[in-house]
Antibody
Framework: EVQLVQSGAEVKKPGATVKISCKVSGYTFTDYYMHWVQQAPGKGLEWMGLVDPEDGETIYAEKFQGRVTITADTSTDTAYMELSSLRSEDTAVYYC?????????????WGQGTLVTVSS | DIQMTQSPSSLSASVGDRVTITCRASQGIRNDLGWYQQKPGKAPKRLIYAASSLQSGVPSRFSGSGSGTEFTLTISSLQPEDFATYYCLQHNSFPYTFGQGTKLEIK
């Protein structure tokens, strides 16, 4: 059974950095890209970027470029999303998700979400 | 970037109704589109992949159609558990983009 288990909720001050983890099991970690999606309270879904765990290559949405770093640790089958220079607008639930290399799989898999609250 | 324009943004309907939600892509995306259902406090759940294929375990009252720039999600007979927010997602090119969402409410 494929599982993506994310780390717990975080509270951060403006200007700080948050790093969220997503530990996978049930498939070969390097076979699929890992994506991250942001959802602000009461708002829609926004794709942030991805990492290819096989070689560490990343692609980021322009909105987050320069503030987001997505990495993959193949020794622990864990992906990470780090967001820096936090501001109140970054208060959101962050999801990791995968559906293959080109989102082509007939099954997709999501973490349970991690709430990040940015508040002074 | 490919813009996904989803309509309507909200919809009031009754149990048993047939409803249709539309996503329009700003450029052709072949059939690289999925439809998602999201309930409060939960991760999105995919209903349809490749524009028209039903994800395993999803009731057959859900269907998807379209290719290129115009896509629809149809629920043939609404059930109480279908009241939720629905999103389309294009995965044809980066950055992947979601539609703005359609909140389906009980009339």
């Amino acid at each position: 059974e494929v599982q993506l288990v994310q780390s717990g909720a975080e509270v951060k001050k403006p200007g700080a950095t948050v790093k969220i983890s997503c530990k996978v099991s049930g498939y070969t970690f390097t076979d699929y890209y890992m994506h991250w999606v942001q959802q602000a309270p009461g708002k829609g879904l926004e794709w942030m970027g991805l990492v290819d765990p096989e070689d560490g290559e990343t692609i980021y949405a322009e909105k987050f470029q320069g503030r987001v770093t997505i990495t993959a640790d193949t020794s622990t089958d864990t992906a990470y999303m780090e967001l820096s220079s936090l501001r109140s607008e970054d208060t959101a639930v962050y999801y990791c998700a995968t559906a293959g290399r080109q989102w082509e799989l007939p099954e997709d898999y999501w973490g349970q979400g991690t709430l990040v609250t940015v508040s002074s | 970037d490919i813009q996904m324009t989803q309509s309507p943004s909200s919809l009031s309907a009754s149990v048993g109704d047939r409803v249709t939600i539309t996503c329009r892509a700003s450029q052709g995306i072949r059939n690289d589109l999925g439809w998602y259902q999201q309930k409060p406090g939960k991760a999105p759940k995919r209903l349809i992949y490749a524009a028209s294929s039903l994800q395993s375990g999803v009731p057959s009252r859900f269907s998807g159609s379209g290719s290129g720039t115009e896509f629809t999600l149809t629920i043939s007979s609404l059930q109480p558990e279908d009241f939720a927010t629905y999103y389309c997602l294009q995965h044809n090119s980066f950055p992947y983009t979601f539609g703005q969402g359609t909140k389906l409410e009980i009339k």
